[in-house]
C-alpha cells in the first residue's frame, strides 16, 4: 500500500503549480513569507526563493533550518492528505518517513534550527536581508521597525536604518512580531478530541477519534483497502478514511482476513453409513470414520451395520444400518452367543436307547446321568423294581412290583404302612379323648401315644375346646359366648346402623377415613383426627410407646414425648412402611416413628428407633433443629422415607446408616448432580425396594435406584441415581414416553400406574405380579393389566380408578364400579378370593367376608391399600376390612389366624 508520505507528495507538487513553487521552470511568482505554497523541503520556488515552513522565503539554498513536512496545512485548514470536508483523520498505519523519525511522530525537525556553515555558507551568522534588499545597506529601514522574513523568523530595523540579523521566533511572526501559543503544525490530544496549531500559532480542533487519541492522531482504526473477518462466515473492508465497511456474507466461511473454504463451517454429512466428515471453523472437510454409522452426518449407534447379536433367551437381534439394534427373528429353540441355534427346547427330554437325555439351557441334547436297566420311557427309566417286592408309598399305601417289573398303584392299609408292610392299631394322626381332658394320638408306627391335655376339656373325637367358657367374641354383626363345652354360641346380632360387635361387646361403629398398610403393621385414620396403628409392632412402628410384636386389635398412636397432650387429634395423612410410618398434621408438620436403622425417620439424630412420633427436622438440621411446616404429603418405605412439601418439591431421607441421610435431602432433577437443579411439579411417589418411582404434573412418570429387573420402566437394567423417565410400552432406552399417567404404585421388584384412558399398566418382574397373562417375565417397559382369566395378550379393563402394591408382590386395584380386584402371589390369602393358592397371572376379584373362592363380592369399596403381608380397603359406610397374612394381628380383628377374605377391623 503506498505510504502517507507519498501520497502527500503528489497532493504537494499539485499545490506547488498554483502556488509558485516549482520542481521545474515556471512564470508564476510566489509572495514572499504571505502564502503557503504547499511545496515540499527540496522543491525551487520562483525568483531564487526558498521553500521555507511551506513558504517561500529569500533565503540561501540550503538552509537547514527548513521544516521537515507533517502533512499538516500551514494555512489553518485540513491536513495536506486530508480528501474530505471533514478532515479525515490520518491512518493508523501511517508508514511516513524523514525527519521525524517514523510514522505518526512530532517532526524533530519543527524546530527553527541554526544556520548551516560550510562551503555554501561562510560566516555563520549570515543572515538574509529585507526582500530585495542587501542586508548592509543603509537607509534602507527606520529604526523600530520589524518584518516577517518567514513564519517562524523576525527581522528588525536597528542602527544605521539597517536591518539586524534574523531572529527566531518562539512560536510564529505575523505582522512583523512573534505571536501564537504553539508551534505551527504542532499536534495534541485534548482527550478524544485531535488538536493542530495553525500558521497563527494558536490550537485548532480537528475531530474526535471514534477508539483512542495518541499524540494528536487517532489510533485503532484499520488501513484503506485491507480485509478482515467480522464473523467466521462474514467479510469486512477497510474503506477511505480507514474505517470498516458493512459486513458481507461469504459463500463459505471467512478465515485469516480473506473469504475462502470449500463448506460451510459446521456442515455435516455422511460420505458412506460407517464415515462421517465435518466442515471446520476454517471452511475445510475434516473426515472421520465411525465406529458403528453415520447417521445425519454425525457418527451414532452403538452397534456395526450387520452385526447380530442374542436379546434374551429366544430372540435375535440384528443392528441395522442406522447402527441400532432391531429384533429380527425368535428363534425356534435358543439363541446362542450371536445367532439363533440349538436343537431342543431346553429341558425336554427323551430316550436314547436306554439312555434318557436331557436337553441343557444351551438347546443342546446330554446324558443325564443315569442309564436304564429296564426301559426308558418319556427320557426317564422305569421298570425298576423286582417282581413281588413291596414298598411303602406313604404312611397309610402298600404298593407291589407286577410282573413287568412296575410299581402297581397301592392297597390302603386299616392302619398304617412301615417297612413295606401293613401293621399299627391306629391311623397315624388321628386323636382320641382319653380321659378328659387328656388326649392321645396315634404316632408314625400306627401305635396310641399321649398326647399334651386340653386346657379345657376333650370332646368328641379328641378335640378341644374352641374357648374359655363365658368368654365372648364377634363375628360380623354376631355376639357370641362361649359354652360349657368349650364351644361358641351365637348370642345377639348387633345392629348394623347404630351398633356394631367389637372386642366382644356390642358398640357404636367407628367411621375411618384413610388407611395404608404396610410390611407387618397398618395405621389408619379416624374421623375425630386421630391416628390408630396394629399389627408388628416390635420395633415401634405403631406409635404408642410400646415394642410388641403382635398387636390384633388398634392402638391409637400417642403424641411426642414432652408433648402436653397425651394423645393428638389432628392428623391428615399417614402412610405405614416396611418397620416405620410417618404422618403429617393439621400444621402441616411431618412425623415419624418405629424403626431407624437406615434413618428412615429424619429426626437428624442417631440411627435409633422410636416408639413415639419424632418431628421431621429441615435439610441439614439436626436433631432438634429448625423445621418445616409445608409438608403436603408423606410416603414411608422398606427403609427410606420422601415427602413433598407445599412447593411441589420432593425431598427423601434415610437409605443408609451415613449422618447425611438422617435429614431431607431434595430429589434432582433427570441428569443433575449434586446441587443441581430440581424439579417442582411432583404430586405422588410410590416407593418399593431400592427404588423409587414419582409421579409429575404433566404426567409423565420417573423412576430411580436398583433397576435389576426393569423396576425403573426405562427399556433397560441399568441402575439410576437421578430419575428416569418411564417408557412407552415396548421402547429401547430414550425412547417415546406417555404423559398420561394419573396413579402410581411401588411393589417388590415391580411398579403399576395407571394412565387416564382408565388402563392399568406394570413393569419389572415377580410372582405374577404384572397382571399381563405372564409369569417370571422382566419387563423392562410396562405391560397392560388384562382382564380377569384372559390369556396373555387377550382382553383389557379401561375403567380403573386406584391402584396399590407397597413393598409386596403382589398388586391390588380399584374399578369405577366400585369393585376391588388383585393379582400375583396369592399365599396367605392376600389376594382376597378365598384362597392361598395358586398365584393368579390377571386379577381376581375380592370376595365379601368368609366367602368361599367364586362367591359373593362387595362392590362398595372406596379407599384401597395394598401392603407387603397385608391388604385392607375401606368401605363406603366408613367400615374397615382386611385379609392376608395375620401372624402379628395386623388384619386387626382381634387374632392371628390368615384371612383369605376381608374381616372387619375392630373398633377401638
Given at each position: 500500500?503506498?505510504?502517507?508520505?507519498?501520497?502527500?507528495?503528489?497532493?504537494?507538487?499539485?499545490?506547488?503549480?498554483?502556488?509558485?513553487?516549482?520542481?521545474?521552470?515556471?512564470?508564476?511568482?510566489?509572495?514572499?513569507?504571505?502564502?503557503?505554497?504547499?511545496?515540499?523541503?527540496?522543491?525551487?520556488?520562483?525568483?531564487?526563493?526558498?521553500?521555507?515552513?511551506?513558504?517561500?522565503?529569500?533565503?540561501?539554498?540550503?538552509?537547514?533550518?527548513?521544516?521537515?513536512?507533517?502533512?499538516?496545512?500551514?494555512?489553518?485548514?485540513?491536513?495536506?492528505?486530508?480528501?474530505?470536508?471533514?478532515?479525515?483523520?490520518?491512518?493508523?498505519?501511517?508508514?511516513?518517513?524523514?525527519?521525524?523519525?517514523?510514522?505518526?511522530?512530532?517532526?524533530?525537525?519543527?524546530?527553527?534550527?541554526?544556520?548551516?556553515?560550510?562551503?555554501?555558507?561562510?560566516?555563520?551568522?549570515?543572515?538574509?536581508?529585507?526582500?530585495?534588499?542587501?542586508?548592509?545597506?543603509?537607509?534602507?529601514?527606520?529604526?523600530?521597525?520589524?518584518?516577517?522574513?518567514?513564519?517562524?523568523?523576525?527581522?528588525?530595523?536597528?542602527?544605521?536604518?539597517?536591518?539586524?540579523?534574523?531572529?527566531?521566533?518562539?512560536?510564529?511572526?505575523?505582522?512583523?512580531?512573534?505571536?501564537?501559543?504553539?508551534?505551527?503544525?504542532?499536534?495534541?490530544?485534548?482527550?478524544?478530541?485531535?488538536?493542530?496549531?495553525d500558521d497563527a500559532g494558536a490550537w485548532q480542533t480537528l475531530t474526535a477519534c471514534?477508539?483512542?487519541?495518541?499524540?494528536?492522531v487517532c489510533t485503532g482504526l484499520c488501513e484503506p483497502g485491507e480485509g478482515q473477518?467480522?464473523?467466521?462466515?462474514?467479510?469486512?473492508?477497510?474503506?477511505?478514511?480507514?474505517?470498516?465497511?458493512?459486513?458481507?456474507?461469504?459463500?463459505?466461511?471467512?478465515?485469516?482476513?480473506?473469504?475462502?473454504?470449500?463448506?460451510?463451517?459446521?456442515?455435516?454429512?455422511?460420505?458412506?453409513?460407517?464415515?462421517?466428515?465435518?466442515?471446520?471453523?476454517?471452511?475445510?472437510?475434516?473426515?472421520?470414520?465411525?465406529?458403528?454409522?453415520?447417521?445425519?452426518?454425525?457418527?451414532?449407534?452403538?452397534?456395526?451395520?450387520?452385526?447380530?447379536?442374542?436379546?434374551?433367551?429366544?430372540?435375535?437381534?440384528?443392528?441395522?444400518?442406522?447402527?441400532?439394534?432391531?429384533?429380527?427373528?425368535?428363534?425356534?429353540?435358543?439363541?446362542?452367543?450371536?445367532?439363533?441355534?440349538?436343537?431342543?427346547?431346553?429341558?425336554?427330554?427323551?430316550?436314547?436307547?436306554?439312555?434318557?437325555?436331557?436337553?441343557?439351557?444351551?438347546?443342546?441334547?446330554?446324558?443325564?446321568?443315569?442309564?436304564?436297566?429296564?426301559?426308558?420311557?418319556?427320557?426317564?427309566?422305569?421298570?425298576?423294581?423286582?417282581?413281588?417286592?413291596?414298598?411303602?408309598?406313604?404312611?397309610?399305601?402298600?404298593?407291589?412290583?407286577?410282573?413287568?417289573?412296575?410299581?402297581?398303584?397301592?392297597?390302603?392299609?386299616?392302619?398304617?404302612?412301615?417297612?413295606?408292610?401293613?401293621?399299627?392299631?391306629?391311623?397315624?394322626?388321628?386323636?382320641?379323648?382319653?380321659?378328659?381332658?387328656?388326649?392321645?394320638?396315634?404316632?408314625?408306627?400306627?401305635?396310641?401315644?399321649?398326647?399334651?391335655?386340653?386346657?379345657?376339656?376333650?370332646?368328641?373325637?379328641?378335640?378341644?375346646?374352641?374357648?374359655?367358657?363365658?368368654?365372648?367374641?364377634?363375628?360380623?354383626?354376631?355376639?357370641?359366648?362361649?359354652?360349657?363345652?368349650?364351644?361358641?354360641?351365637?348370642?345377639?346380632?348387633?345392629?348394623?346402623?347404630?351398633?356394631?360387635?367389637?372386642?366382644?361387646?356390642?358398640?357404636?361403629?367407628?367411621?375411618?377415613?384413610?388407611?395404608?398398610?404396610?410390611?407387618?403393621?397398618?395405621?389408619?385414620?379416624?374421623?375425630?383426627?386421630?391416628?390408630?396403628?396394629?399389627?408388628?409392632?416390635?420395633?415401634?412402628?405403631?406409635?404408642?410407646?410400646?415394642?410388641?410384636?403382635?398387636?390384633?386389635?388398634?392402638?391409637?398412636?400417642?403424641?411426642?414425648?414432652?408433648?402436653?397432650?397425651?394423645?393428638?387429634?389432628?392428623?391428615?395423612?399417614?402412610?405405614?412402611?416396611?418397620?416405620?410410618?410417618?404422618?403429617?398434621?393439621?400444621?402441616?408438620?411431618?412425623?415419624?416413628?418405629?424403626?431407624?436403622?437406615?434413618?428412615?425417620?429424619?429426626?437428624?439424630?442417631?440411627?435409633?428407633?422410636?416408639?413415639?412420633?419424632?418431628?421431621?427436622?429441615?435439610?441439614?438440621?439436626?436433631?432438634?433443629?429448625?423445621?418445616?411446616?409445608?409438608?403436603?404429603?408423606?410416603?414411608?418405605?422398606?427403609?427410606?422415607?420422601?415427602?413433598?412439601?407445599?412447593?411441589?418439591?420432593?425431598?427423601?431421607?434415610?437409605?443408609?446408616?451415613?449422618?447425611?441421610?438422617?435429614?431431607?435431602?431434595?430429589?434432582?432433577?433427570?441428569?443433575?448432580?449434586?446441587?443441581?437443579?430440581?424439579?417442582?411439579?411432583?404430586?405422588?411417589?410410590?416407593?418399593?425396594?431400592?427404588?423409587?418411582?414419582?409421579?409429575?404434573?404433566?404426567?409423565?412418570?420417573?423412576?430411580?435406584?436398583?433397576?435389576?429387573?426393569?423396576?425403573?420402566?426405562?427399556?433397560?437394567?441399568?441402575?439410576?441415581?437421578?430419575?428416569?423417565?418411564?417408557?412407552?410400552?415396548?421402547?429401547?432406552?430414550?425412547?417415546?414416553?406417555?404423559?398420561?399417567?394419573?396413579?402410581?404404585?411401588?411393589?417388590?421388584?415391580?411398579?403399576?400406574?395407571?394412565?387416564?384412558?382408565?388402563?392399568?399398566?406394570?413393569?419389572?418382574?415377580?410372582?405374577?405380579?404384572?397382571?399381563?397373562?405372564?409369569?417370571?417375565?422382566?419387563?423392562?417397559?410396562p405391560r397392560q393389566v388384562l382382564a380377569a382369566g384372559e390369556p396373555q395378550g387377550?382382553?383389557?379393563?379401561?375403567?380403573?380408578?386406584?391402584?396399590?402394591?407397597?413393598?409386596?408382590?403382589?398388586?391390588?386395584?380399584?374399578?369405577?364400579?366400585?369393585?376391588?380386584?388383585?393379582?400375583?402371589?396369592?399365599?396367605?390369602?392376600?389376594?382376597?378370593?378365598?384362597?392361598?393358592?395358586?398365584?393368579?397371572?390377571?386379577?381376581?376379584?375380592?370376595?365379601?367376608?368368609?366367602?368361599?373362592?367364586?362367591?359373593?363380592?362387595?362392590?362398595?369399596?372406596?379407599?384401597?391399600?395394598?401392603?407387603?403381608?397385608?391388604?385392607?380397603?375401606?368401605?363406603?359406610?366408613?367400615?374397615?376390612?382386611?385379609?392376608?397374612?395375620?401372624?402379628?394381628?395386623?388384619?386387626?380383628?382381634?387374632?392371628?389366624?390368615?384371612?383369605?377374605?376381608?374381616?372387619?377391623?375392630?373398633?377401638?
Open positions: 500500500m503506498p505510504s502517507l508520505r507519498s501520497a502527500l507528495g503528489v497532493l504537494f507538487a499539485a499545490c506547488s503549480l498554483l502556488s509558485g513553487c516549482l520542481s521545474t521552470s515556471t512564470t508564476d511568482e510566489c509572495k514572499l513569507g504571505t502564502e503557503t505554497c504547499g511545496c515540499l523541503p527540496d522543491d525551487t520556488c520562483e525568483r531564487g526563493l526558498s521553500c521555507r515552513s511551506e513558504h517561500c522565503v529569500d533565503l540561501p539554498t540550503g538552509d537547514a533550518g527548513e521544516r521537515a513536512l507533517d502533512g499538516v496545512d500551514t494555512a489553518g485548514g485540513p491536513e495536506a492528505n486530508d480528501d474530505d470536508a471533514g478532515g479525515r483523520e490520518p491512518s493508523a498505519f501511517d508508514d511516513s518517513s524523514g525527519a521525524d523519525g517514523g510514522p505518526n511522530q512530532p517532526s524533530p525537525a519543527s524546530k527553527p534550527l541554526a544556520d548551516d556553515a560550510g562551503p555554501d555558507n561562510p560566516v555563520p551568522n549570515d543572515v538574509p536581508p529585507g526582500p530585495g534588499v542587501p542586508s548592509g545597506t543603509p537607509g534602507v529601514c527606520t529604526v523600530g521597525d520589524a518584518q516577517c522574513v518567514s513564519a517562524q523568523e523576525i527581522q528588525r530595523c536597528g542602527t544605521g536604518e539597517r536591518w539586524t540579523p534574523v531572529e527566531p521566533c518562539a512560536f510564529v511572526c505575523a505582522d512583523g512580531a512573534c505571536s501564537g501559543e504553539c508551534e505551527p503544525g504542532d499536534r495534541k490530544c485534548d482527550g478524544l478530541v485531535r488538536m493542530w496549531c471514534s477508539g483512542a487519541c495518541e499524540l494528536g473477518c467480522a464473523t467466521p462466515t462474514q467479510f469486512q473492508w477497510c474503506e477511505t478514511g480507514g474505517v470498516w465497511g458493512p459486513a458481507a456474507p461469504c459463500e463459505f466461511s471467512c478465515v485469516d482476513g480473506a473469504c475462502g473454504g470449500e463448506c460451510r463451517p459446521g456442515t455435516k454429512e455422511c460420505l458412506t453409513s460407517g464415515r462421517a466428515r465435518e466442515c471446520s471453523q476454517g471452511g475445510t472437510w475434516l473426515e472421520s470414520d465411525c465406529p458403528y454409522a453415520c447417521i445425519d452426518g454425525s457418527c451414532g449407534g452403538s452397534c456395526t451395520p450387520g452385526q447380530t447379536r442374542c436379546n434374551g433367551i429366544t430372540r435375535e437381534q440384528q443392528c441395522a444400518e442406522a447402527g441400532t439394534w432391531q429384533d429380527s427373528a425368535e428363534c425356534a429353540f435358543v439363541c446362542l452367543d450371536v445367532a439363533c441355534g440349538g436343537e431342543c427346547v431346553p429341558g425336554e427330554r427323551r430316550c436314547l436307547d436306554l439312555q434318557p437325555q436331557l436337553c441343557n439351557s444351551l438347546a443342546t441334547w446330554v446324558d443325564d446321568g443315569s442309564a436304564c436297566e429296564l426301559v426308558c420311557a418319556a427320557g426317564v427309566c422305569s421298570g425298576s423294581c423286582t417282581p413281588g417286592a413291596t414298598q411303602c408309598s406313604s404312611n397309610t399305601t402298600l404298593q407291589t412290583c407286577t410282573a413287568a417289573a412296575e410299581w402297581d398303584t397301592g392297597t390302603e392299609c386299616p392302619f398304617t404302612c412301615a417297612s413295606g408292610a401293613c401293621g399299627g392299631v391306629c391311623k397315624p394322626g388321628d386323636v382320641r379323648c382319653s380321659t378328659s381332658p387328656g388326649r392321645e394320638q396315634c404316632g408314625a408306627t400306627g401305635a396310641w401315644e399321649a398326647l399334651a391335655d386340653c386346657d379345657i376339656s376333650c370332646v368328641g373325637a379328641g378335640s378341644c375346646g374352641e374357648c374359655v367358657p363365658g368368654d365372648m367374641t364377634c363375628v360380623d354383626a354376631v355376639l357370641r359366648s362361649c359354652g360349657g363345652d368349650g364351644a361358641w354360641a351365637d348370642q345377639i346380632t348387633c345392629s348394623g346402623t347404630t351398633s356394631e360387635c367389637s372386642a366382644g361387646q356390642c358398640r357404636a361403629p367407628a367411621t375411618w377415613i384413610d388407611i395404608s398398610a404396610g410390611t407387618g403393621h397398618v395405621c389408619a385414620l379416624r374421623d375425630d383426627g386421630t391416628a390408630w396403628c396394629w399389627g408388628h409392632g416390635e420395633f415401634g412402628g405403631l406409635g404408642y410407646g410400646g415394642w410388641t410384636k403382635v398387636q390384633s386389635t388398634p392402638i391409637q398412636v400417642r403424641a411426642a414425648l414432652g408433648a402436653s397432650e397425651t394423645h393428638w387429634d389432628d392428623w391428615t395423612q399417614m402412610s405405614a412402611g416396611r418397620n416405620h410410618t410417618c404422618g403429617i398434621r393439621e400444621d402441616n408438620s411431618a412425623w415419624c416413628w418405629g424403626s431407624n436403622l437406615y434413618n428412615e425417620l429424619g429426626f437428624g439424630g442417631e440411627p435409633n428407633d422410636r416408639s413415639l412420633p419424632h418431628q421431621v427436622v429441615a435439610a441439614g438440621e439436626s436433631e432438634g433443629g429448625a423445621v418445616w411446616t409445608d409438608w403436603t404429603r408423606v410416603f414411608a418405605g422398606g427403609g427410606v422415607s420422601c415427602g413433598i412439601r407445599s412447593d411441589k418439591s420432593l425431598w427423601c431421607w434415610g437409605g443408609g446408616s451415613a449422618q447425611d441421610l438422617s435429614s431431607p435431602r431434595q430429589i434432582l432433577a433427570a441428569g443433575e448432580t449434586t446441587g443441581g437443579a430440581a424439579w417442582f411439579d411432583w404430586t405422588s411417589v410410590a416407593l418399593g425396594v431400592s427404588y423409587i418411582c414419582g409421579l409429575r404434573e404433566n404426567g409423565t412418570v420417573w423412576c430411580w435406584g436398583t433397576n435389576s429387573v426393569g423396576q425403573l420402566g426405562n427399556g433397560s437394567t441399568d441402575n439410576s441415581s437421578t430419575p428416569s423417565q418411564v417408557l412407552a410400552n415396548g421402547e429401547l432406552p430414550g425412547g417415546v414416553a406417555w404423559n398420561d399417567w394419573t396413579a402410581i404404585a411401588g411393589g417388590r421388584y415391580h411398579a403399576c400406574g395407571l394412565r387416564s384412558n382408565g388402563t392399568a399398566w406394570c413393569w419389572g418382574t415377580g410372582f405374577s405380579g404384572l397382571g399381563d397373562g405372564t409369569t417370571g417375565v422382566l419387563a423392562t417397559t387377550g382382553a383389557t379393563w379401561n375403567d380403573w380408578i386406584d391402584v396399590s402394591g407397597s413393598l409386596g408382590e403382589s398388586t391390588c386395584g380399584m374399578r369405577s364400579d366400585g369393585t376391588v380386584w388383585c393379582w400375583g402371589l396369592a399365599s396367605s390369602g392376600l389376594l382376597g378370593n378365598g384362597t392361598s393358592s395358586p398365584n393368579q397371572t390377571t386379577p381376581s376379584q375380592v370376595l365379601a367376608t368368609q366367602q368361599p373362592p367364586g362367591g359373593t363380592a362387595w362392590s362398595d369399596w372406596s379407599v384401597l391399600s395394598k401392603g407387603n403381608s397385608v391388604a385392607c380397603a375401606l368401605r363406603t359406610d366408613g367400615s374397615l376390612w382386611c385379609w392376608g397374612q395375620n401372624l402379628s394381628g395386623q388384619t386387626g380383628c382381634g387374632d392371628t389366624l390368615r384371612k383369605t377374605t376381608p374381616v372387619r377391623v375392630v373398633s377401638p
